[in-house]
């Protein structure tokens, strides 16, 4: 196959900013989640679903865009799907109460289809031996928007409200529509004869849906009540038809096929518990921050911004640096470092966080960098691990099925968290007041990290039973 460099470095421009845009809009909400909870006058476990349910509806979208695109363009499913991102973006800047920020972040979270139709798209026009090096410059911009993001966004956002932020960010989501529109050129590759299984993805949308409720609600209505049970039972049970109903129907939403490919199948469940534990555990350190003395720092949005500047830093070093071994070593062995990081920083911050504000914030920020780059080596192996393992004609639908079990572990890893946050409390009296309020306890931190660590190591076993693959070898069977 004959690639074009030249257009493949401008493809790779334009869409790279993508990850840029989105993580500077993330990277502005996450410190301000305990403004959105005063604002709102919602709990912590409540107040997950601002992130929770922007990771549900993307994951209901990520495999119908994915096959979308596979059958009738990536470029076109692409282009419709990133003005989607610009309507909910809109709408999230002018929430009038959590029950419209919830809806519009839904919206909003359709626009994370964008991801791997691009990258898709990239992977195309690429040489194999170059794909790691450009995922990895595309991972590095998450780094990028969030270097960005956190200092920038966090201060508009203490100034002037979280929602001026979101303001911010339409003029560049339009420009990169146009961009895309005009510059990007259609994928080569296409699906003859495929249709959407829409009823998969509606019983996949509410059996997670159920999970993530049941676990948001039940320090509310109890962890062993009938109503919590009842509902994740019947969730998994539901999950479990989801699975039956797609090694059956003719045009399943995710390939039980693709999926019995060693490598495929290891990709997309380390997937889940990377997500899971990441997202849980950077949740988790917003809310250590802001949290008042002793249990937490006291900080605010600005400086809680500034404090998480180094993980974003860390974060595109770790990325590029990924891209270049993986070129050369293939990306079973950074999968294997990039898990294996995350096991001591994680137990060792589950100690730390123990002794609240008493341990110095910078050891904290060190431990914490640290466990970034091993995130930043475990997410570009990862998806390297999957796109040098599939045919390119069902490119689309398996980048998509990894970003849906990666956001199956994002979903629930805050909602678990804040459920965390909301069961094990401590009462902290209000300085030059008689008042005192509950906020999440010193040992609901080091639970959180704990379960984070517990997940590393599973993640880690399954990267050593992963196949490594190189471009070379790439290049010799296809």
């Known amino acids: 196959m004959d690639y074009d460099l030249n257009y493949a470095r401008k493809a790779l421009y334009i869409m790279a900013p993508?990850?840029?845009?989105?993580?500077?809009?993330?990277?502005?909400?996450?410190?301000?989640?305990?403004?959105?909870?005063?604002?709102?006058?919602?709990?912590?476990?409540?107040?997950?679903?601002?992130?929770?349910?922007?990771?549900?509806?993307?994951?209901?979208?990520?495999?119908i865009a994915g096959k979308l695109g596979d059958i009738y363009g990536k470029k076109k499913i692409l282009s419709i799907v990133i003005w989607i991102y610009a309507i909910g973006v809109t709408l999230t800047g002018f929430s009038p109460n959590f029950v419209a920020l919830i809806i519009f972040r839904a919206i909003q979270g359709l626009g994370l289809a964008m991801f791997p139709l691009a990258f898709s798209l990239i992977r195309e026009e690429f040489p194999p031996n170059l794909v790691p090096k450009a995922q990895g410059t595309i991972s590095a911009m998450f780094g990028i928007g969030s270097a960005i993001s956190l200092p920038i966004g966090a201060y508009i956002s203490q100034t002037l409200g979280w929602q001026y932020t979101y303001h911010t960010v339409i003029p560049l989501v339009i420009i990169l529509a146009i961009l895309i529109f005009k510059e990007i050129r259609e994928s080569r590759v296409r699906l003859q004869g495929y249709k959407i299984d829409y009823a998969g993805a509606g019983i996949l949308g509410i059996s997670l849906a159920g999970i993530i409720i049941g676990t948001t609600e039940a320090p509310s209505w109890g962890w062993t009540s009938l109503s919590t049970l009842t509902l994740l039972l019947s969730s998994m049970v539901l999950f479990a038809v989801f699975v039956i109903f797609e090694s059956k129907v003719k045009y399943p939403l995710i390939s039980i096929t693709l999926l019995k490919r060693k490598n495929v199948l290891i990709a997309n469940l380390a997937a889940v518990v990377a997500g899971f534990a990441i997202f849980m555990a950077y949740q988790s350190l917003t809310y250590l921050f802001e949290e008042p003395n002793p249990i937490g720092y006291n900080l605010d949005i600005f400086m809680t911004g500034l404090s998480l500047l180094p993980l974003a830093l860390i974060q595109i070093v770790g990325a590029m640096s990924a891209g270049r071994s993986i070129s050369l070593k293939g990306p079973k062995p950074v999968l294997v470092l990039g898990s294996a990081i995350l096991i001591p920083a994680y137990f060792i911050t589950s100690i730390l966080v123990l002794n609240g504000s008493s341990t110095s914030i910078a050891l904290i920020i060190l431990i914490s960098s640290i466990s970034m780059l091993g995130a930043a080596y475990l997410n570009v192996s990862l998806i390297n691990l999957l796109t040098f393992s599939v045919e390119r004609e069902v490119m689309g639908i398996a980048t998509s099925i990894n970003t849906v079990f990666r956001l199956i572990g994002g979903s629930l890893g805050p909602a678990i968290a804040g459920s965390i946050m909301d069961t094990f409390t401590t009462a902290v009296k209000i300085p030059n007041t008689y008042i005192t309020i509950d906020i999440p306890s010193d040992y609901s931190f080091s639970i959180i990290y704990t379960i984070s660590g517990i997940v590393a190591i599973i993640m880690t076993v399954m990267a050593l039973l992963s196949n490594n693959i190189t471009y070379k070898r790439l290049e010799t069977s296809k």
Do not use: C, D, H, R
Not at 25 to 53: N, R, Y
């Open 18 to 63: 993508l990850a840029v845009m989105v993580m500077y809009t993330e990277g502005m909400l996450i410190p301000s989640l305990p403004s959105i909870e005063k604002e709102f006058s919602v709990t912590a476990s409540q107040v997950s679903w601002v992130i929770s349910i922007y990771l549900l509806s993307g994951i209901i979208m990520n495999p």
